[in-house]
């Protein structure tokens, strides 16, 4: 058996990329990207021409900027950003010439969410806001030059998004008291909305865009089938066209030109993310890359003339590799990978695997075995994924390398209520947590034992958010199935959770109570299903991690199923961040939560540990 391969440093798998990111600017003429400063904080930085040096455009003092875009306002990008995990986000413009950072709603309390851009009126934007009621996002008409704000739509009730058509707001997706949506269109904004689509409190569907005459509204939905398609929607007959669909998998990902605002292709998460033509002529660019490496393919960004493009190849076992591709010349160019350094490391792949749950359902899951270590009777955890709508893909995870890397098979698997599958296998998780949901995870588990890959006696559970609930759950309901759990900000009791949702979710707690249940009508329900009211029968050892600023899982989850555990003198381990909400976005956190977390199951489940060492400026405080 060959020797295993050596430890990859958990400084490159939870610090921050190297270079991440990349978009072009509307003009062609700049390329930023996202990249660390001097303190390690993540910043925008503005690529070098004509052999000048890269330089950083961006002085985020600490928290590190992830989301950001060109606005076509010339040498001018935006970003946003919160504090400290409250999502309570506000937008920023900065200039490129000059360095100037302007907060464009500084309004405390508030949360703004990018709506509209146009290149044909590059002076303004649509934002969505509550500022008059911190439950009720309305539109507003920004003046990025000048700063001044005014209401443009106000919501109608219970909107979920807005989409715009040359800077008018034309669709509204509201949520439905049954729990469904409602498509809202509207000719002009002092025109009467119409309701055009109802989806049903089992159906899901969005508005995607509108085409150049604004005749034709492009939109996903599974009314009348069971997975998500692309349809065309008439807006003066209502016939609906399918431009694209799947008999499996939804249609996820949706590409339209910049300026003609034709729809060239759909995407479709299977096994990998894949990418279905409606353009000849976007197919054939895409081909060379097919060349260079059978990963995914993301068209990161493109300049109006669509004569430049921005394209990440992404893998299974490793960063995303960056190119610049010339489309007159059919060139393409490497550009960076996200963290060239993992490259000197053995990492992992993904095995994609088919598990029959003990119901019939088809469950569709990935596995992870460390390289060079003979796959049998290996220690396993069960990484679970966040939402529950969510799923998990192949694509590269920083956790799944981690973990393979210390000597752990590594499991996921979409559970029922996982969204990307249809109608049927996310409704099919309504009222379950802790139930059938639960029972997935156990029957992929016993899928891989039954092989003789995993040692029964030697598996883990871990995830956050709802992974974080499944683990909690694991250890409570199932107490004598997994050695030890990971929990990072795991709701402990439903019922508390649904009663302290942040206020701007009003609009998607009718479509809450359908999936979960109702924290007042269903709370016996509820209770039964929440770990926290079973925390005595917890054997094993459990680990808790907790932003101390989380909006939407809030610290009074972890604390109390904590206290109760201590009160039975049960084994726990509780780390708090106080600049944090529910992600761990700083650097130092990450790397101090995963070390934690490494220590922990390699006492539990034997496999490989790199010492803690110093960590300076995490915020962890073990309580």
């Known amino acids: 058996m060959s020797q295993s391969p050596p430890l990859i440093p958990r400084t490159l798998l939870f610090g921050n990329p190297s270079r991440s990111g990349p ?60 504090a400290e995990g409250d999502e309570n986000y506000h937008l920023f413009l900065v200039h490129l010439g000059t360095g100037l950072v302007r907060d464009l709603t500084p309004f405390q309390g508030v949360r703004a969410e990018l709506v509209a851009l146009h290149h044909q009126n590059p002076r303004f934007a649509l934002v969505a806001m509550n500022i008059n009621d911190r439950a009720v996002m309305d539109v507003y008409r920004l003046d990025l030059v000048s700063g001044a704000v005014e209401l443009d ?88 066209t399918v431009l694209a669909q799947d008999l499996h998998f939804d249609a996820e990902g949706v590409m ?8 060239q292709a759909v995407s479709f998460h299977r096994d990998k993310y894949e990418w279905e033509f409606l353009d000849d002529d976007l197919a054939a660019d895409f081909q060379p890359f097919r060349q260079i490496h059978q990963g995914e393919m993301f068209l990161q960004s493109r300049d109006l003339a669509d004569t430049t493009w921005i394209v ?79 799923r998990d893909g192949w694509g590269f995870w920083s956790v799944i390398q981690w973990l393979a890397n210390r000597g752990y098979a590594v499991l996921q698997v979409n559970f029922r209520g996982s969204s990307g599958y249809g109608k049927a296998h996310l409704s099919a998780g309504n009222h379950q947590w802790g139930a059938a949901m639960h029972h997935d995870l156990l029957d992929a588990v016993g899928w891989v034992i039954d092989r003789k890959i995993a040692d029964p006696q030697r598996v883990a559970i871990m995830g956050a958010s709802y992974g974080g609930y499944a683990t909690l759950a694991g250890l409570t309901f199932t107490p004598d199935f997994f ?49 926290l009211f079973f925390a005595d029968r917890i054997k094993r050892p459990l680990l808790i991690g907790q932003g101390a600023n989380d909006p939407r899982v809030k610290q009074a989850e972890s604390d109390q199923i904590v206290a109760a555990m201590r009160k039975a003198s049960l084994p726990v381990e509780y780390v708090i961040y106080a600049d944090e909400g529910h992600t761990l976005a700083r650097p130092p956190n990450r790397l101090h939560f995963y070390a934690l977390a490494e220590k922990f199951l390699a006492t539990h489940l034997g496999g490989r540990c790199e010492p803690m060492g110093d960590i300076p400026g995490h915020s962890g405080q073990m309580r």
Request: aromatic share 8%; with cysteine; proline share 8%.
């Open 153 to 240: 739509t106000r919501n109608p009730g219970n909107a979920l998004s807005y989409t715009a058509h040359e800077l008018n707001i034309r669709a509204v997706l509201v949520s439905t008291d049954d729990g469904g949506q409602d498509l809202l269109l509207r000719q002009a904004n002092d025109e009467p909305w119409r309701n055009v689509q109802h989806w049903g409190p089992d159906e899901q569907g969005k508005p995607v865009s509108f085409s150049l005459d604004g005749k034709t509204l492009y939109l996903l939905g599974n009314h009348n089938f069971d997975t998500m398609r692309l349809l065309a929607h008439d807006i003066q007959t209502g016939n609906q």
């Open 23 to 82: 978009k072009i600017s509307p003009d062609g003429r700049h390329l930023v990207y996202l990249a660390p400063d001097e303190r390690q904080v993540l910043q925008v930085w503005l690529a070098g021409a004509n052999g000048q040096p890269d330089r950083v455009l961006t002085r985020d003092p600490k928290r590190g900027i992830r989301m950001f875009s060109w606005t076509f306002l010339p040498d001018q990008l935006m970003y946003l950003q919160d």
């Open 312 to 390: 990440s190849l992404n893998f299974d076992h490793g960063q995303p590799h960056y190119y610049r591709y010339d489309r007159p010349r059919k060139k393409a160019s490497f550009l960076f990978a996200g963290h060239p350094e993992l490259d000197q490391y053995v990492r992992a792949h993904k095995q994609s695997i088919r598990v029959t749950a003990r119901d019939g359902l088809t469950l569709h899951g990935y596995l992870t075995l460390p390289v060079d270590v003979e796959p049998r009777n290996l220690p396993l955890v069960l990484y679970v994924h966040g939402g529950p709508w969510m």
């Open 483 to 531: 050695c030890a759990g990971v929990d990072l900000v795991g709701p402990s009791n439903i019922v508390t959770l649904l009663k302290t949702t942040p206020p701007y979710w009003k609009p998607m707690l009718a479509m809450i109570d359908r999936r979960v249940g109702n924290p007042y009508r269903d709370e016996e329900s509820l209770k039964s299903r929440s770990p």
């Open 256 to 263: 339209t030109h910049p300026t003609r605002q034709t729809v």
